[in-house]
């Protein structure tokens, strides 16, 4: 039996798609979102080398810092005196951080998948553009010896400062430090 | 690792619903630490997991789960 007349024509009109989809370069982004990171010194909560809480170097988004209040806020330290004497955190070191999503007053459905995907209801806010509206920082008791509550208030003094912020769909995290290391 | 998760904030939350999910995080993070430096019992460390209205057996399963991706921040 002949091919039908339909058939060749649907063939044709994908051939030709095709061609066109492999000619033609893939669109992509051609500007670069810069990240930019810094450096600064946590003081561990539960980490100790002897009797001394060492102080750990690590690296922090710079919008995540200007979003919490900086680093003394944080209870972080970048002086350059700490800065040269601070070590790498060690394996399986995770330090207390904050993480925080500014909500968006007047959220807006959106479909996932560029269009294609399930409806879902977007709440993360700063819908200006690109702006940022997940941060992350690392948050420590700063220059004395750490305990839970200098932790506490720290956490309370940022979550009140950052009410109006956050929005009436904002969210913070308070994700205490897991110090899963031995030290030999 | 989900052995030291966090107390969350959300608008409208009450100042006492604050201060006690940063209570039960300090207390799971403290119960956490002894528990991998061996000073707790694993049957004590669950009971107290279990006590703050957690299912121990779906934290094992998510602790055993591997974590992907990402690095410590």
Redesign the interface.
Request: charged share 15%; glycine share 8%.
């Given at each position: 039996m002949a091919t039908p007349v339909w058939k060749l024509q649907r063939m044709l009109r994908d051939a030709q798609a095709r061609e066109t989809y492999l000619s033609t370069e893939r669109p992509s982004k051609t500007t670069y979102d810069a990240q930019p990171r810094k450096k600064a010194v946590y003081t561990p909560l539960?980490l100790k080398v002897g009797a001394e809480y060492p102080k750990l170097l690590?690296?922090?988004s710079e919008a995540a810092l200007t979003f919490f209040g900086g680093a003394t806020a944080l209870g972080l330290s970048e002086t350059p005196t700490d800065l040269a004497d601070a070590v790498r955190?060690p394996r399986n070191?995770?330090?207390s951080?904050l993480m925080a999503m500014v909500?968006d007053g007047t959220p807006a459905p959106k479909k996932a998948y560029g269009g294609t995907g399930p409806r879902y209801i977007d709440y993360s806010g700063n819908t200006a553009g690109n702006a940022q509206a997940h941060f992350?920082?690392?948050i420590s008791c700063g220059d004395q010896t750490p305990t839970?509550d200098q932790l506490?208030t720290k956490?309370?003094a940022i979550?009140n400062a950052k009410l109006a912020a956050?929005?009436?769909?904002?969210?913070?995290?308070?994700?205490?430090?897991?110090?899963?290391v031995s030290l030999v | 690792?989900a052995?030291?998760?966090?107390?969350?904030?959300?608008?409208g939350q009450n100042e006492e619903d604050?201060q006690l999910e940063?209570d039960q995080?300090?207390e799971?993070?403290?119960a956490?630490?002894a528990f991998?430096e061996g000073k707790l019992d694993a049957d004590d460390y669950l009971e107290l997991v279990f006590q703050q209205g957690y299912e121990p057996e779906e934290i094992i399963e998510d602790v055993l789960t591997p974590r992907t991706g990402g690095g410590?921040?």
């Open positions: 539960l690590l690296s922090i955190a070191f995770r330090p951080k909500g992350t920082a690392p839970y506490r956490a309370n979550r956050l929005g009436s769909y904002g969210r913070l995290d308070l994700i205490l430090e897991v110090a899963n | 690792m052995l030291s998760f966090g107390a969350l904030w959300y608008p604050w940063l995080a300090i799971r993070s403290i956490s630490q991998l410590i921040l």
